[in-house]
């Protein structure tokens, strides 16, 4: 099955300063990439998504690169700020395999003023 | 409020009692999917739901667990003789027939085993 790997676990930034999550991904028949943002107390809510067709895709301050090649994607935030704290998930699956997302361990993100 | 709705949101039980979670998904949406996460993890898959049929299940959901959602309107998670190791937050979450991908996760159930 496939195997999501999330790196960093953690990641404390200053505000305004850039934030990069990276995840890699085992299964190479899989063709969408979502990340979800967690807040305490919360489920997890899609922020971005990226399909194997396509290798970046920006949203304001969000972005998405995807490297099928390598079979990595990453997450970029810009300008970031306070409100971005949380944990970020990436996740992988199949489109028409029942969007069985597999997600990665998690990353915690601290915005420090 | 129209979102993904879970019930109880926290429950505590004793090793070897029988639990059940309910989901209310947003109206209309066709999937409904059980995950289950840890402290410090991602979310794991359990279970899927298209309208009231049961598509797949995860190796993760031994005999003691069962989903049903007969009506292919709610949901609910039974785990029977519970163990220490089933203390998680249950999430349950639904998509809908425009098949975006986006996932819309409730705000959980988490369970703990004494």
């Known amino acids: 099955g496939e195997n999501v790997e999330q790196h960093p676990s953690t990641l404390s930034v200053q505000e305004g300063d850039s934030a990069v999550i990276k995840c890699t991904y085992s299964?190479?028949?899989?063709?969408?990439f979502p990340w979800y943002k967690q807040e305490l107390g919360k489920g997890p809510q899609l922020i971005i998504d990226?399909?194997?067709?396509?290798g970046e895709k920006k949203d304001q301050r969000i972005a998405v690169t995807l490297n099928k090649t390598a079979k990595h994607f990453s997450l970029h935030i810009t300008e970031t700020q306070p409100e971005d704290s949380a944990v970020y998930f990436c996740?992988?699956?199949?489109?028409?395999?029942?969007?069985?997302?597999?997600f990665g361990t998690g990353t915690q993100l601290k915005v420090e003023l | 409020d129209t979102g993904v709705s879970q019930d109880p949101r926290h429950k505590i039980t004793k090793r070897g009692q029988n639990v059940t979670f309910r989901c209310d998904p947003i109206s209309e949406h066709n999937r409904l999917y059980w995950y289950r996460q840890t402290l410090g993890q991602g979310p794991e898959f359990l279970t899927y739901f298209q309208n009231e049929a049961q598509l797949e299940k995860s190796r993760l959901l031994s005999d003691r667990f069962s989903a049903e959602r007969p009506k292919g309107s709610f949901s609910t998670l039974e785990i029977q003789r519970t163990e220490q190791g089933d203390s998680a937050m249950y999430l349950c979450?639904?998509?809908?027939?425009?098949?975006?991908?986006?996932?819309?996760f409730g705000e959980g159930s988490r369970l703990t085993v004494l």
């Open positions: 996740a992988a699956s199949r489109e028409g395999g029942g969007n069985k997302l597999t």
């Open positions: 979450a639904t998509s809908g027939t425009a098949n975006t991908g986006e996932l819309f």
């Open positions: 990226i399909r194997s067709n396509v």
């Open positions: 299964d190479s028949a899989s063709n969408y």
